[in-house]
């Protein structure tokens, strides 16, 4: 079947501008997590979703981030007042449900803030 | 506070070797470690994985080695083909109903020479 999807799949925009980045996770998984990759840096966990909630959201870098996810599908990560230092691979992975360990990753979207 | 470690940034061998990847946490509370593969412009592929009751795993050409008590785990491929080249990813979370989180490591660039 179809994997994680993640559009779009490269993003240039100013500082200061709002961005907003989609995923849509594999049919029938309940748990849908963000993740960043900064240049040079590892993965870095942003939140996760079970169904329709995000019981953890301790690692969104400030208050310009949110995420939602709508029928428990296809989730939308949106950055306000976008800085340079937003700049990353943002990655979406989903799982079967939160207790099942391997997520399946999407290609990331490509954000540059210039 | 880097909690997964992987310290060797880049790794080189030759075809038909065996290759060793190496992972340090400092996390007590992880009981669950994930090896995934990133190719360039894609996103991480889910390689094998090792539950913290068990101290090897394996899978094909690949073996995952935990040592608890060092807070250590290791992935062993072989034999190494040039198409393991990539960057290999250490992941590490705390099992449970709370959340899956993936905490990553920084992530180690195999080049396998032909």
């Known amino acids: 079947g179809a994997g994680v999807s993640q559009s779009p799949s490269n993003k240039v925009t100013e500082k200061g501008k709002d961005v907003e980045l989609r995923c849509d996770p594999i049919?029938?998984?309940?748990?849908l997590y963000w993740y960043r990759q900064s240049l040079g840096q590892g993965l870095e966990f942003l939140i996760y979703?079970?169904?329709?909630?995000?019981?953890?959201k301790s690692g969104l870098p400030s208050d310009r981030f949110s995420a939602e996810r709508t029928g428990g599908s296809v989730s939308t990560l949106t950055i306000q007042r976008t800085q340079q230092e937003d700049s990353a691979v943002y990655l979406c992975?989903?799982?079967?449900?939160?207790?099942?360990?391997?997520?399946?990753f999407g290609p990331g979207t490509r954000l540059t803030v210039t | 506070d880097q909690q997964v470690k992987q310290n060797s940034p880049s790794l080189s061998v030759q075809e038909g070797r065996i290759s060793i990847l190496n992972c340090d946490y400092t996390?007590?509370?992880?009981?669950?470690f994930l090896w995934y593969k990133k190719y360039p412009a894609e996103g991480p592929t889910f390689l094998i994985s090792?539950?913290?009751?068990?101290d090897k795993n394996e899978d094909g050409r690949f073996t995952v080695f935990l040592n608890k008590s060092a807070k250590h785990l290791s992935l062993h491929i072989v034999p190494s083909q040039p198409g393991d080249s990539a960057v290999y990813f250490c992941?590490?979370?705390?099992?449970?109903?709370?959340?899956?989180?993936?905490?990553f490591g920084e992530g180690t660039q195999l080049t396998v020479n032909p």
């Open positions: 049919s029938g998984h309940t748990a």
């Open positions: 992941g590490a979370l705390k099992g449970g109903l709370s959340g899956s989180r993936l905490t």
């Open positions: 992975a989903s799982s079967w449900r939160v207790s099942n360990y391997e997520q399946y």
């Open positions: 979703f079970q169904g329709n909630s995000a019981p953890d």
């Open positions: 090792i539950s913290s009751i068990k």
């Open positions: 996390n007590s509370m992880f009981d669950y």
